[in-house]
């Protein structure tokens, strides 16, 4: 479905087509915080190539471009879903069965009243004008229309992605020092937040997104 938000064109799912390859080529260079074990942008893009999931991904255009998208994890399934053939078809035996442990160590384990948002990604140029705002709306209605409660996220302590989450309703629910954990991921501190939805009286999206097969 499409629909204009606030001056945006808010597209669910991710158009599959050629509207939408320039947001699955940015999916697919994901999981920057495993980039020590699935290898650089290059790699991770080619390995996620063919596991990209439109329909857990909100794309949001502007001036008759794609200029950014946020992607979410909800029953069961988030916006990569890699099989384990190819994680040893990637990686090799045992570094492949690792990493495939490893990816499926760091997928939420969440309740299905609630929506994981993994990230919001807009183009550096198009920040500052309400892009994130309505990506927020819009994944907090898609949630809403799904019967969830709640979304979370991770954010990195010193993201500024976190002013937002504030000014959007967000609460601070608990935090986490990498301590030796820093060597291999790009942050010091994770902060857990959470926004308690309200029942929603009018949806941008009133669609139930697709159960996993």
């Not at 790699?43 to 329909?55: A, G, I, L, M, P």
């Not at 954010?155 to 989450?165: G, K, T």
């Amino acid at each position: 479905m499409e629909g204009q938000y606030d001056g945006f064109l808010l597209c669910y799912p991710n158009p599959s087509g050629t509207e939408g390859s320039g947001i699955r080529d940015r999916v697919q260079r994901g999981r920057t915080s495993l980039r020590y074990f699935l290898g650089d942008d290059q790699r991770r893009s080619r390995f996620f190539e063919n596991s990209v999931n439109d329909d857990r991904i909100v794309a949001i255009g502007s001036g008759g471009e794609m200029i950014g998208y946020a992607a979410f994890y909800l029953h069961g399934r988030g916006p990569l879903s890699p099989a384990f053939p190819a994680f040893l078809s990637e990686y090799g035996l045992f570094k492949g069965f690792g990493n495939f442990l490893l990816f499926k160590a760091t997928e939420p384990r969440i309740k299905t009243s609630t929506l994981y948002l993994y990230n919001i990604n807009v183009d550096a140029t198009q920040r500052g004008k309400g892009a994130g705002a309505a990506l927020i709306d819009a994944v907090s209605n898609l949630a809403a229309a799904n019967g969830c409660t709640s979304v979370r996220l991770q954010v990195a302590a010193h993201n500024r992605a976190m002013i937002l989450y504030l000014k959007k309703g967000f609460v601070v629910t608990g935090a986490m020092k990498m301590r030796w954990l820093r060597r291999f991921f790009p942050f010091e501190c994770l902060v857990d937040m959470e926004l308690r939805l309200a029942p929603a009286k009018v949806q941008m999206f009133p669609v139930a997104v697709a159960e996993a097969a």
